[in-house]
């Protein structure tokens, strides 16, 4: 699913990533963790092709992202879900429309959104509030509208920065569960985190980063 090969990445005169090698296979979940500046967003962007490696392979679902013409981009990220710290919804719109933004684009019928957007609402427990608007939802809903939004396609991969940066341990749990679920239907997660309690809780795979390298991966572990 997702492999990087000797992949370095440079800003300047910063070597944000320094030989990263990782293997992740389909259906798995990960922990990415590490100090802030370890390298864990760099893996991120690199992923979802926001940004290409200085040296080295990236390779999502067979495909060497680095190579991929800009206009081909598109295609990549409908195969993956993206969900960030700062959620990222569309303040004018409400729950059901943000959820449906990106599928509207694929020309879909508005029979077929409303039975995906509904699917998904329902997945993260947010059905009863589709009419609701970003400003009248907490911030744990609001994420559950990001994670929605995210799995809407039905892609085979989930991306996760941070997603509970901003929240409180009793809402990041309850974040975590969904993810779990959503794993558990066979999306295999990415999701990088500082948060401790929560890496120790859910005890998935961990693959740590410091100072731009891989210093462990471990199965069934913990922060550390």
Avoid at 53 to 62: E, H, S
Avoid at 201 to 220: L, M, P, Q, S
Wanted: charged share 25%.
């Amino acid at each position: 699913m997702i492999r990087f090969r000797n992949v370095i990445k440079v800003y300047g005169t910063q070597r944000a990533l320094d030989c990263v090698n990782l293997h992740i296979k389909v259906g798995e979940f990960v922990f990415l963790t590490g100090t802030s500046g370890a390298g864990k967003s760099t893996i991120m962007r690199l992923t979802y092709r926001e940004e290409k490696p200085t040296r080295g392979q990236v390779v999502i679902g067979g495909v060497d992202v680095a190579k991929l013409p800009h206009n081909k981009v598109p295609y990549l990220r409908r195969r993956m879900g993206i969900v960030f710290q700062d959620f990222k919804l569309l303040s004018k719109q409400n729950v059901f429309d943000n959820v449906a933004f990106v599928i509207r684009a694929l020309g879909m019928s508005d029979r077929e959104i409303n039975r995906r957007v509904s699917g998904a609402l329902k997945v993260v427990r947010l059905y009863d509030r589709l009419d609701a608007f970003p400003s009248q939802l907490s911030g744990g809903e609001q994420q559950r509208v990001g994670i929605a939004r995210a799995i809407v396609n039905g892609p085979p991969l989930l991306i996760a920065d941070e997603p509970t940066g901003n929240l409180d341990p009793q809402t990041s749990m309850e974040i975590m569960e969904i993810l779990e679920q959503i794993n558990n239907r066979g999306t295999t997660v990415l999701l990088a985190t500082h948060d401790k309690e929560m890496v120790n809780h859910f005890k998935k795979r961990v693959i740590t980063v410091e100072d731009g390298k891989v210093i462990r991966d471990i199965y069934e572990g913990t922060y550390e």
